[in-house]
């Protein structure tokens, strides 16, 4: 069974400053896809960056990258230069590999709250 | 919001009754998904669906629960008799017929509370 883990219930950072968000991932099969959500207060999933397992560098999108560690199976989400709108829960999901049809069934961790301040 | 639309955004059921979510996916997207999360939990998965026909439905409890995704029109998940427990935001994902893995459209989802 794919498992994800986010050991971090809650996270404060200062505006403008860096914050990285721990996951941790299990599985024993070579092809997955792992992905990051935020969800804001107002409730909806909101894609941020996707990173495969075959991709030979870590994914950026802006003011995202995500640091890609295959041998310690982690997908740790880095926010750079963080803004007050950052501020929302976020969650770390996995593709399981293999699902018929070729669809994206994903298994989810638990979240962190990410909380910017002044 | 990358197009998928879910309707309606609350839902308020008494128990006993039965409750529609509808989505609508990504103009094209061929492959829909249901979600649930319950409070203060991250979403768990419940079906896969493609045009008429159900490929993956082991996240679906096994009684109550139904879901479809016609040829013409929205997917709609069906809870029949509604429990308290049945309380969540249920959150609809779309994604391309080919390819496109990595990316998975979420709606808003549907507050769905139970009284």
């Known amino acids: 069974a794919q498992k994800i883990t986010q050991t971090q219930p809650g996270m404060f950072v200062q505006e403008k400053e860096a914050v990285t968000l721990d996951c941790t991932y299990d599985?024993?099969?070579?092809?997955?896809?792992l992905f990051w959500y935020k969800q804001p207060s107002s409730g909806e999933m909101i894609f941020l960056i996707y990173q495969g397992s075959y991709d030979q560098q870590n994914a950026t999108e802006g003011r995202y990258s995500l640091n890609f560690q295959k041998a310690r199976k982690s997908a740790n989400l880095v926010i750079s230069a963080s803004q007050l709108g950052d501020s929302a829960m976020y969650f770390c999901?996995?593709?399981?590999?293999?699902?018929?049809?070729?669809?994206?069934?994903?298994?989810f961790g638990t979240g962190t709250q990410l909380k910017v301040e002044l | 919001n990358a197009g998928v639309m879910q309707n309606p955004r609350h839902l308020v059921r008494r128990r006993g009754q039965e409750a529609r979510l509808r989505c609508s996916p990504v103009k094209g997207h061929s492959h829909v998904y249901w979600y649930r999360q319950l409070p203060e939990e991250g979403l768990k998965f419940m079906v896969y669906?493609?045009?008429?026909?159900?490929?993956?439905e082991s996240g679906m409890p096994k009684e109550r629960f139904s879901a479809e995704f016609p040829k013409e029109g929205p997917s709609i998940l069906r809870i029949q008799q509604v429990v308290r427990g049945d309380s969540a935001a249920y959150f609809c994902?779309?994604?391309?017929?080919?390819?496109?893995?990595?990316?998975?459209?979420f709606g808003s989802g549907t507050q769905l509370s139970v009284l």
């Open positions: 999901a996995m593709r399981e590999p293999g699902v018929t049809g070729g669809g994206n069934k994903l298994t």
């Open positions: 669906l493609q045009k008429e026909n159900i490929i993956d």
């Open positions: 599985t024993s099969d070579p092809s997955y896809g």
């Open positions: 994902a779309s994604s391309p017929p080919t390819g496109g893995g990595e990316k998975l459209f």
